[in-house]
């Protein structure tokens, strides 16, 4: 075989992962575009148990625990701080709180759980301690972005619904990094979201998520991955969502805020934590994560090659049908996730995802380290 034939073979590689992109972006992320929430014929509100698990961030809920005590909600509610072994001020910080705050109640863990590393712990006792049917999970460094968070995540509970994902964001902040993460949490929330709302539910995020106690009690907690250290959130979220029983809400009203990191090593961190669950996810969602992320891998790899060994009109064609579907895509996303300032920038971020998969690859055969 000559190399006029390789080059027509790479060429159409190129062809074939752009096809499977756009079936990524046709099937999946258009649903995000289409969705608008279903009318309620009936009103209901529920009591809610809003549970954040801290150690040592006493500068953290001096900042933020105030958002989710002056939340307006005329039905009764609670906030739970479970302060997990900490050595800094929080004790007495959340002691000042409840004088003021009577919603607000303190559980104060004094050992440590040797065997089961992580929040998962805290998070159960917390959970276990909550008096109402539906919880609200957030964590210390999280604000809600208005004061009506827990009246409009829990809207979305009907006889069916046992599980909300939320939009957990970070804030806005100056600086090419914080674009980078903003960018990769909008990346990470438009295919949780999207998925869910194909049936096929497999993660949420702890900073904005709510479920029933009873879905939690039913599934043994985090017993199925006690061993791991993270994935409270997207490992439960992964045994005990059903294409029937789990809600999206992405309401401005209903987001949360984080501070992002402040280096690359920090951000390195969190990153490298997060996708060491993902080889815990069920084998369909591995598979379709990973077949989504292979191609974007290859995808400008495959369109450099062809723009210089094959032929730069055709590569360029088959180029733009993807960046039209991607601009309509992520345009509309970017609106409905208040993240409409990182849309200049798109391509850019599109282009940056071939060497984040190459920085992050690892994270996905190390053994995640045994810690908050």
């Known amino acids: 075989m000559n190399f006029t034939h390789w080059w027509q073979l ?11 992109q756009l079936f990524y972006y046709a099937f999946f992320f258009m649903r995000l ?3 608008k929430p279903s009318p309620k014929t009936t009103s ?49 910080l959340l002691e000042e709180f409840q004088k003021t705050f009577k919603q607000l109640h303190v559980v104060e863990l004094k050992q440590e759980a040797k065997f089961i590393p992580g929040k998962k712990f ?9 008096k109402y049917e539906v919880v609200l999970l957030t964590d210390a460094d999280c604000v809600p972005a208005s004061e009506f968070w827990i009246d409009k995540m829990q809207a979305s509970y009907d006889e ?12 806005k902040k100056t600086g090419l990094l914080n674009k980078l993460v903003r960018w990769e949490t909008f990346h990470t929330a438009l295919q949780y979201l999207s998925y ?20 939690f009690f039913r599934h043994k907690g985090f017993s199925a991955h006690n061993n791991v250290a993270s994935g409270d959130d997207d490992l439960f979220i992964t045994t005990a969502a059903t294409p029937a029983n789990t809600k999206i809400n992405i309401d401005a009203d209903t987001f949360t805020l984080s501070e992002p990191a402040k280096t ?21 969602h591995k598979f379709l994560l990973g077949l989504y992320s292979f191609s974007q891998f290859l995808f400008y790899p495959l369109l450099v090659a062809s723009i210089l060994f094959y032929g730069w009109q055709f590569a360029l064609i088959v180029f733009g049908v993807r960046f039209i579907m991607q601009a309509i895509v992520f345009y509309v996303c970017m609106k409905k996730l208040n993240k409409k300032n990182l849309y200049p920038w798109f391509l850019f971020f599109d282009i ?12 996905l055969v190390r053994k995640p380290k045994r810690a908050w």
């Open 33 to 35: 575009v289409m969705y």
């Open 264 to 284: 690359f090593g920090q951000w390195m961190k969190q990153k490298k934590r997060h996708y060491s669950t993902a080889k815990y996810y069920k084998g369909i």
């Open 196 to 215: 869910a709302l194909a049936g096929k539910p497999y993660m949420g995020v702890g900073r904005n998520l709510s479920y029933k106690k009873t879905v």
């Open 44 to 92: 209901q509100t529920h009591p809610v148990s809003v549970i954040i698990c801290s150690r040592d961030e006493a500068a953290n809920l001096a900042k933020n625990l105030p958002g989710s005590l002056v939340q307006q909600y005329r039905t009764t509610h609670e906030v739970i701080v479970v302060n997990d072994n900490s050595y800094d001020d929080s004790k007495y």
């Open 10 to 20: 790479l060429f159409y590689g190129f062809c074939l992962i752009t096809l499977i």
């Open 122 to 130: 805290p998070l159960s006792v917390g959970i276990k301690t909550a």
């Open 352 to 363: 940056w995802m071939f060497f984040y998969y190459l920085i992050f690859s690892m994270a």
């Open 160 to 171: 069916d619904t046992e599980i909300v994902l939320g939009y957990g964001a970070y804030h």
